[in-house]
């Protein structure tokens, strides 16, 4: 942990810290200072989270837990309280709560897959900012990193309507939160990463090879990111990040992408 980091004593909380960006995310801005507070649905899963980061240098005094849908409006509500509550505040929030599912496209999905693509990915997202706001605006100062995707920057096939519309839509919402609460000092960053070698990849309906995998994005790649943008001075908004693999399989194409 660096005592000079601008981060320096700052909050943050991270949906979706349990694995995979999130955590990644959860253990640079803990090394940067921040107290971290992770959520996700998996209680027993937060708990290996904490011990990942404890094992790579983070002090458990600057990572905790608090288990949460983030689709569920008031669990959002009660577990932002409880956090501002004893933390005193937020000053980050990363949105990294996302999922997927392999039947994905026209012709093999369905409404209440797409409903609860968009529960987590665009409304989960909503819901914790809209708990947030009040005292980022009272103080004057806030950063939202909401992990976007190149899906949504960039339409392809791979990942199927309701991801990406969800996606294309929280960077939407990104560019709103700009627009609206700039005049505030409030900023939001859409965050598009291209592929990561992470555990959703365990749901594309054909799985990469471990070949593919170590050409993509690592998690500690996007860790840095999150960090290299809260840590930029509270003046200067990223709106948006776009970030992808040198070998970008969403141009070239995959085994498991043909149609």
């Known amino acids: 942990m660096s005592s000079t980091s601008a981060l ?3 909050v943050a909380w991270i949906t979706g810290g349990g694995s995979g960006i999130g955590l ?3 253990i640079e801005l803990a090394r940067a200072g921040c107290r971290v507070v992770i959520s996700g649905r998996d209680a027993q899963k937060l708990d290996a989270a904490i011990d990942v980061a404890t094992s790579k240098g983070v002090s458990r005094d600057a990572i905790s837990a608090m288990p949460l849908d983030v689709s569920d409006k008031a669990s959002v509500a009660r577990v932002a309280a409880a956090i501002q509550a004893q933390c005193g505040r937020v ?4 949105n990294s709560a996302g999922i997927n599912f392999p039947k994905r496209y026209w012709g093999e999905t369905d409404g209440d897959t797409f409903d609860k693509v968009v529960a987590v990915n665009l409304n989960g997202a909503t819901y914790c900012t809209l708990a947030v706001l009040a005292g980022m605006r009272s103080r004057g100062l806030g ?3 909401n992990v976007a995707s190149f899906a949504g920057w960039h339409l392809s096939r791979l990942t199927g309507p309701a991801y990406t519309a969800s996606k294309a839509a929280l960077m939407a919402l990104t560019h709103s939160f700009n627009i609206e609460e700039g005049i505030h000092g409030l900023r939001a960053t859409a965050l598009c990463p291209g592929e990561v070698a992470t555990p959703i990849l365990k749901l594309r309906p054909v799985e990469p090879s471990d070949e593919d995998k170590a050409r993509m994005l690592q998690e500690d790649d996007l860790g840095r990111t999150i960090r290299f943008i809260a840590e930029m001075p509270a003046h ?3 709106n948006e990040l776009v970030i992808s693999p ?3 399989r969403i141009y070239s194409g995959g085994l498991e992408m043909k149609r």
């Open 246 to 248: 040198v070998l970008n």
């Open 143 to 145: 950063t939202v990193i």
């Open 236 to 238: 200067v908004c990223i």
């Open 8 to 10: 320096a004593n700052q």
């Open 24 to 26: 990644a995310g959860a």
């Open 91 to 94: 000053d980050i929030l990363v």
